[in-house]
């Protein structure tokens, strides 16, 4: 059965390209063309991602994302018009797993689909469950990767799907720095795009839930010239 994919676009022109596009690399997709018709679509049908315009008639994008959000973990990809780090700062603190800047090419937006979609069947499958049961801990942070989820003394954290992975990659070898690339590549599971801002707000939003000071963290350290590292406690 093909994965679905539910497109949230006003656009006609891009609408209509991109659901021929990803129709032809065996996607079923529905379109939705605002707000509104995304929400009663999506609480109809079952879809395995959401490819999600920010500028929408009525609801807006991070509404939508926001009622989403409120009960639903499947993966969100951001297509913006508004190429802002601010733009991308709020999709992603609201919870998206990745987001693309208009004009973007059907070939890239192939790659981003496919490494989330695959992302995700990895962590669905048996084995890799099996092979997650160890508990990753790091003073108060404690990491579960069976149940896909983070604790700081006991209390759980709201961390999206890539904030987890990062910090798992991070906490899964403690004493080495990762740079900006390495990170991409192992948690998007997917070719370098160069997209630096990406790494950053992650980064950034990570640390405002994990760190009692995020101006001044503990957990998550940047090793200048490299990238990022777990602190040494």
Known sequence: MPNRILLVE????????????????????????????????????????????LMLPGIDGMEVLRRVRSGSTVPV??????DSDVEKALGLGFGADDYLAKPFSLIELSARVKAILRRVSQYASPSAVHAEQSLLRIH???LHPDEH???????????????????KLLMSHPKRAFSKEQIYRSVWNDAYYDDVNAIQVH????????????????YIKTVWGIGYKMGDF
């Open 10 to 53: 006003d656009d006609p022109a891009i609408a209509e390209m991109v659901h021929n596009h990803l129709t032809k690399e065996s996607l079923a997709v529905r379109h939705a063309p605002d707000g509104e018709a995304a929400l009663r679509l999506f609480a109809e049908e079952a879809f395995d991602m959401i490819l999600l315009d």
């Open 77 to 82: 990809l951001i297509l913006s018009a508004k």
């Open 140 to 142: 108060e942070l404690t």
């Open 149 to 167: 989820l983070v604790t700081k003394n006991d209390t759980p954290l709201n961390l999206t799907a890539k904030e987890l992975l990062i910090l």
């Open 203 to 218: 980064i950034s939003r990570l640390r405002e839930k994990i760190e009692d000071d995020p101006a001044h963290p503990r």
